[in-house]
């Protein structure tokens, strides 16, 4: 059974920094490219980052471009989203996806 586990959401300050990860089984993590997609209250889902199975590849939405970095380790089977200069835009679901599966996702608030 794939299963795709996230955490480390949570309510943060403008300005600062949370740092998500994604456990992953049930399938052959290190030869599957791995991505993050958000959706924020009210709206649709929202890609935010994407890393190859190497990690040395790696993309952004220009709304995070220069604040989050994707990594991964595929010794531990586990994907990460470092978010920096968080900002009350940034406040979403956080999903970790890796075609077909779905994580059930983390919560990440920006309030003051």
């Known amino acids: 059974e794939v299963q795709l586990v996230e955490s480390g959401g949570g309510l943060v300050q403008p300005g600062g920094s949370l740092r998500l990860s994604c456990a992953a089984s049930g399938f052959t993590f290190s030869s599957s490219r791995m991505s993050w997609v958000r959706q924020a209250p009210g709206k649709g889902l929202e890609w935010v980052s994407t890393i190859d199975n190497s990690g040395r590849l790696t993309s952004y939405a220009d709304s995070v471009k220069g604040r989050f970095t994707i990594s991964r380790n595929n010794a531990k089977n586990t994907l990460y989203l470092q978010m920096n200069s968080l900002k009350p835009e940034d406040t979403a679901v956080y999903y970790c996806?890796?075609?077909?599966?779905w994580g059930q996702g983390t919560q990440v608030t920006v309030s003051s």
């Open positions: 996806y890796a075609a077909p599966y």
